[in-house]
């Protein structure tokens, strides 16, 4: 079956505009992680959705940054007022019930974003 | 918050060499992943340990976890081009599941 899909692959943006990145969970996972890769670091959470809960926003770095995700599916992750220093891969998963219930996350490619 | 240290940070072995790669955890573990990303890519699940001196094997991966030392290792035998690759160990929170954390990850080469 399709995996987890995130659009665009890459995507540049100069310094100060807004960016939405988009991701599309394999069918019937519940659980669904946004994480942040820079260069040489490891990934860094960011946001989890689980079902209808209120997702766990505690890893967004500041209030630049939102998610949402709608009817349980497809989730975006925008960005408002660019920074050089928001230039990652940003990367999503999904998991059939959440690592709480150790099913594994299957990561889509992530998004490669450039702030110039 | 849980951190968890690789080692080492790279590595570098001579094709049909075994190596090891170690995942050392602050916190108890309750669960450990491993996970290999290509440059480019997103992760792929290699395996999941539950419990305290489980020991799993996938081909020529073997993972080991150790719950009284809050570790896991990660043995490839008789390496391959194939492996190349950043190879990351992943756990949840203790203090709160919905957190899935990573270590830094290992960068593996081989060399044919």
């Known amino acids: 079956g399709a995996g987890v899909s995130q659009s665009p692959s890459n995507k540049v943006t100069e310094k100060g505009k807004d960016v939405e990145l988009r991701c599309d969970p394999i069918?019937?996972?519940?659980?669904l992680y946004w994480y942040r890769q820079s260069l040489g670091q490891g990934l860094e959470f960011l946001i989890y959705?689980?079902?209808?809960?209120?997702?766990?926003k505690s890893g967004l770095p500041s209030d630049r940054f939102s998610a949402e995700r709608t009817g349980g599916s497809v989730s975006t992750l925008t960005i408002q007022r660019t920074q050089q220093e928001d230039s990652a891969v940003y990367l999503c998963?999904?998991?059939?019930?959440?690592?709480?219930?150790?099913?594994?996350?299957?990561f889509g490619n992530g998004t490669r974003l450039t702030v110039t | 918050s849980q951190e968890l240290e690789q080692s080492p940070q790279s590595l570098i072995v001579q094709e049909g060499k075994n190596l090891t790669i170690n995942c050392t955890s602050s916190?108890?573990?309750?669960?450990l992943y491993w996970y290999k990303q290509k440059y480019g890519e997103g992760l792929i699940f290699l395996m999941m340990?539950?419990?305290?001196?489980e020991e799993k094997s996938h081909e020529k991966i073997t993972a080991k976890l150790d719950e009284k030392k809050q570790q896991s290792s990660l043995h490839i035998t008789a390496s391959q081009p194939s492996h190349a690759g950043i190879y990351l160990c992943?756990?949840?929170?203790?203090?709160?599941?919905?957190?899935?954390?990573f270590g830094s990850g290992t960068k593996l080469n081989v060399k044919p």
């Open positions: 916190k108890t573990l309750y669960g």
């Open positions: 959705f689980q079902g209808n809960s209120a997702p766990d």
């Open positions: 340990l539950q419990k305290g001196g």
């Open positions: 069918s019937g996972h519940t659980a």
């Open positions: 992943g756990a949840p929170d203790i203090y709160n599941f919905n957190k899935f954390y």
């Open positions: 998963a999904s998991s059939g019930q959440g690592a709480f219930y150790n099913s594994p996350l299957h």
